[in-house]
């Protein structure tokens, strides 16, 4: 006959036994949700399918959001048995939506495959530029997405500008709209940095976010991208191959910007300091001026008195010099005006003298004379016109 165990050592080799199965640890398992709880942070709920359940238990709050009622899940996490209430229950560390096994499988391969090229590199990383005038965001026009980014980037920076470039976010033609706009902002000279952006989702919906072809225009991108693409738990392609990773739209705008408030707070601060110092200063300094000053007037009212008398020596010279030298001009211009005088041809007739003039032109030689041709004999008080009928020569 058997010895018998105490129930601790029945459960503990129970245990044992699961604790022991590596094949048991980190296995996947589709299921339909139902019977769900919540105890503090902890979920409790089943999975079953056409002809079994299972009790499961997450500790990890973030995944409570895909346990929904009459949801198809796949759940991967480890079985556990519960000593104390002698309960077999499996503890879950990932829960994804059914048919998304496929996409996650694709999602890794896709990683996978893009790290061994390079393009999660961190030397690729582009830094961000520590003044930003304009955000180039890349995201739908109509969630909230945009509106998130706009309110916290103006309310820390009222001057920030945002340019939106509106693509689809999920769906047929998602990757390639979202593409074209990197490529687009990243030719527009006047933006500084690129949010690429959405709210959260399931795989399938975040799934633009992870092809390849965003991947490489991501890669390929002169300008910084920053990518904000679902909630902090999301993960997707654009998020290793970015230049930086917000976790969510609106940190995004808040690393993106300065607190323009804080700025001006800490402004106001230097300029208080600076005019308490600006006042000691002068206070300080103030006697030691005043005696400069009065040194200064002293020194200038004899340098004044000095200066007086010689200004005045001066100014008298000057008026005898300059007396001296008008009396030697008018005395210079009166011989200039007797030489002038003599020279001038009117006071020549007057001395009896005549000039003759014929064609136009002065005659001072009896040769140059024309006859028969009227010539024009002036006086001091008028003109003759005679017409010469022969001439001598000497």
Same mark, same amino acid.
């Given at each position: 006959m058997l010895e018998a165990i105490s129930v601790t050592r029945y459960s +503990?080799?129970? #245990?044992?036994?699961?604790?022991?199965?590596? &094949? &048991?640890?980190n296995i996947k398992i589709v299921g339909e949700v139902f019977g769900v709880s919540f105890s503090r942070q902890v979920t409790y709920f089943s999975l079953k399918d056409e002809a079994s359940s299972i009790s499961c238990v997450c500790f990890y709050p973030q995944l409570s959001r895909f346990i929904k009622e009459g949801e198809s899940v796949i759940i991967t996490g480890s079985p556990n048995y519960y000593t104390k209430g002698g309960k077999l229950s499996f503890n879950i560390v990932n829960i994804e939506p059914a048919g998304q096994g496929l996409l996650y499988q694709k999602f890794i391969e896709m990683k996978e495959k893009l790290e061994k090229e390079g393009l999660f590199d961190i030397s690729h990383k582009k830094k961000i530029p520590s003044e930003i005038k304009r955000? @180039?965001?890349?995201?739908?026009? !109509? @969630?909230?997405? /945009?509106? !998130?980014i706009i309110n916290v980037a103006t309310r820390r920076n009222p001057a920030?500008?945002?340019? $939106?470039?509106?693509t689809k976010v999920q769906g047929n033609g998602a990757e390639?709209? /979202?593409? $074209?706009?990197?490529?687009? %902002?990243?030719?527009? #000279? @006047?933006?500084? *940095? /690129? *949010?690429?952006?959405r709210g959260g989702g399931s795989l !399938? !919906? $975040?799934?633009? %976010? +992870?092809?390849? #072809?965003?991947?490489?225009?991501?890669? +390929?991108? +002169?300008?910084?991208i920053v990518s904000a693409v679902g909630h902090e738990t999301d993960y997707t392609i654009i998020d290793f191959v970015s230049d930086l990773r917000a976790p969510t739209p609106s940190a995004a705008a808040e690393l993106l910007t300065e607190n323009m408030s804080e700025k001006r707070a800490d402004l106001r601060k230097k300029?208080?300091?600076?005019?308490? &110092?600006?006042?000691?200063y002068y206070t300080q300094k103030k006697s030691e001026i005043s005696g400069y000053i009065n040194n200064l007037m002293g020194f200038s009212n004899n340098l004044v008195k000095y200066n007086r008398v010689k200004l005045d020596k001066l100014s008298m010279d000057f008026e005898r010099k300059a007396e001296n030298a008008v009396n030697n001009s008018l005395y210079e211009i009166g011989l200039l005006e007797n030489? $002038?005088? #003599?020279?001038?041809? %009117?006071?020549?007739l007057k001395r009896g003298y005549a000039k003759i003039e014929q064609n136009g032109k002065v005659v001072d030689k009896a040769n140059d004379v024309v006859i028969s041709s009227d010539v024009i004999i002036n006086f001091q008080d008028g003109k003759v016109v005679a017409k010469p009928t022969k001439k001598e020569i000497k």
């Amino acid at each position: 006959m058997l010895e018998a165990i105490s129930v601790t050592r029945y459960s +503990n080799y129970i #245990k044992q036994i699961f604790d022991a199965e590596e &094949l &048991l640890h980190n296995i996947k398992i589709v299921g339909e949700v139902f019977g769900v709880s919540f105890s503090r942070q902890v979920t409790y709920f089943s999975l079953k399918d056409e002809a079994s359940s299972i009790s499961c238990v997450c500790f990890y709050p973030q995944l409570s959001r895909f346990i929904k009622e009459g949801e198809s899940v796949i759940i991967t996490g480890s079985p556990n048995y519960y000593t104390k209430g002698g309960k077999l229950s499996f503890n879950i560390v990932n829960i994804e939506p059914a048919g998304q096994g496929l996409l996650y499988q694709k999602f890794i391969e896709m990683k996978e495959k893009l790290e061994k090229e390079g393009l999660f590199d961190i030397s690729h990383k582009k830094k961000i530029p520590s003044e930003i005038k304009r955000i @180039g965001v890349i995201t739908s026009k !109509d @969630g909230a997405v /945009i509106r !998130d980014i706009i309110n916290v980037a103006t309310r820390r920076n009222p001057a920030i500008d945002i340019v $939106l470039y509106p693509t689809k976010v999920q769906g047929n033609g998602a990757e390639d709209e /979202i593409s $074209l706009a990197i490529q687009k %902002f990243d030719d527009y #000279k @006047g933006i500084d *940095v /690129i *949010v690429v952006a959405r709210g959260g989702g399931s795989l !399938d !919906d $975040l799934w633009a %976010f +992870n092809t390849e #072809k965003v991947a490489r225009a991501t890669y +390929n991108c +002169n300008k910084p991208i920053v990518s904000a693409v679902g909630h902090e738990t999301d993960y997707t392609i654009i998020d290793f191959v970015s230049d930086l990773r917000a976790p969510t739209p609106s940190a995004a705008a808040e690393l993106l910007t300065e607190n323009m408030s804080e700025k001006r707070a800490d402004l106001r601060k230097k300029v208080e300091r600076l005019q308490s &110092l600006s006042s000691y200063y002068y206070t300080q300094k103030k006697s030691e001026i005043s005696g400069y000053i009065n040194n200064l007037m002293g020194f200038s009212n004899n340098l004044v008195k000095y200066n007086r008398v010689k200004l005045d020596k001066l100014s008298m010279d000057f008026e005898r010099k300059a007396e001296n030298a008008v009396n030697n001009s008018l005395y210079e211009i009166g011989l200039l005006e007797n030489s $002038l005088q #003599k020279l001038s041809p %009117f006071d020549i007739l007057k001395r009896g003298y005549a000039k003759i003039e014929q064609n136009g032109k002065v005659v001072d030689k009896a040769n140059d004379v024309v006859i028969s041709s009227d010539v024009i004999i002036n006086f001091q008080d008028g003109k003759v016109v005679a017409k010469p009928t022969k001439k001598e020569i000497k």
